[in-house]
């Protein structure tokens, strides 16, 4: 495991443009090794913060990209709850990922059966990895401790060999969704978090200094072999005592 990095910013403001530097120096990589930049994307205030700074790009080409997500809601892709819905219309619509590099479910099927067709699509874009190796996922995470649909003291933090499985009854709505496991989590190459506000400043401390208890899923987000960063504003980060890096503007991860 490379060091756990903790990035804190004044504002979401600040921390939005080195967000997309990171993502574009990842991809930058990616696609000069590998020939493809595969990202994993999550919901909540991310679609928006990722989309507006990657728009405000110079002259993103994302025409080698290859986009999943590391959960989503299982709800049609019109209704305001899906966040394949959210990404089309902030981000997919602006730029040139090609349509068959974003992987959705499909969510006219039953829960159980679309995780099941969307470990398939993972599995042809990822045919010689046991667990899918995403180059970049970027993960919320919210006030009680969950990233992507994995829920503080759920069974489904014990899956080793599912790489998505379903979940009919996630505490926070809507009820049915598909997600990444944590072994597809904790294979990828670098994963960031990306967390701000200061209802989020006790579960981080717990998060990120430890708890009496078990750990709360974010914190179990420990990549085997890649980087993991932490990428906070000050409220969120208002309770930390650890050692925490303070960048000047413009810096690069
Ligand atoms: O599917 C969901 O319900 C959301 O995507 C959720 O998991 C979100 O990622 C976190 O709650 C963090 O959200 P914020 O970044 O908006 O706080």
Known sequence: ?????????????????????????????????????????????????????????????????????????????????????????????????????????????????????????????????????????????????????LFPEHPLLEETEKIVAPISDSPKPPPQRVTMTLPVVNSARCVAFVSTGGSKAPVLKEVLEGREGPAFPAARVVPTNGELFWLVDDPAAASLTIQVERPGSGAKL
């Open 1 to 149: 495991m490379a060091a756990r990095r903790v990035v804190v910013f004044p504002s979401s403001a600040e921390l939005g443009p080195v967000l997309a530097q990171l993502v574009t120096s990842r991809a930058e990589k990616a696609i000069t090794g590998r020939g493809r930049f595969t990202l994993g994307l999550s919901g909540g205030s991310l679609v928006s913060m990722l989309s507006k700074e990657l728009l405000a790009l110079p002259d993103p080409d994302c025409s080698k990209w290859v986009v999943g997500f590391c959960d989503e809601r299982l709800v049609p892709f019109d209704d305001p709850e899906s966040t394949y819905g959210l990404y089309k219309s902030h981000l997919f619509s602006k730029v040139n990922i090609p349509d068959s590099g974003i992987l959705t479910i499909n969510s006219s099927l039953p829960v159980n059966e679309c995780a099941e067709d969307y470990t398939r699509k993972l599995k042809e874009v990822f045919p010689d990895d046991d667990f899918p190796v995403f180059d970049l996922l970027l993960l919320g995470m919210g006030p009680d401790g969950h990233t992507c649909s």
